[in-house]
């Protein structure tokens, strides 16, 4: 199984937004350091502020939630999921797409990181 690292502000906020809105299964937390949540095959890893994957790089970089890289999590009718997700205040970057593959929307976890909710055509 793969997994996916997203670094986060905040692992307990991060782990309620994921297991309440989006029906994720908390695996393992580590404190406030990390946890693993999964849904089916997909296995994501929450990294908040004191996990070694948010130390700095050796040329001072530090690694930080947000960007556009993202997964994608596959629905069955993505317009009711995001008026559900709405009334939970989750935020979203655009307003659902449509193309020849379906359709889709970007929202975004509590720090930021997107993702995709894909319904296929």
Request: aromatic content about 8%.
């Amino acid at each position: 199984m793969a997994a996916i690292r997203y670094l986060v502000n905040d692992v307990d906020k991060s782990i309620r937004s994921y297991t309440e809105a989006l029906g994720f299964k908390l695996d393992q937390q580590f404190g406030p350091a990390m946890a693993i949540v999964s849904k089916n095959d997909l296995q994501l890893w929450l990294a908040g502020p004191v996990s070694s994957a948010a130390q700095p790089m050796p040329d001072g970089r530090k690694p930080e939630p947000g960007g556009w890289s993202r997964f994608v999590l596959q629905v069955d009718n993505v317009t009711d999921l995001v008026k559900t997700l709405k009334s939970k205040d989750v935020k979203f970057r655009n307003e659902i797409t449509k193309g020849p593959g379906g359709s889709q929307i970007l929202c975004e976890d509590p720090s930021g990181n997107p993702i995709e909710l894909f319904q296929p055509a």
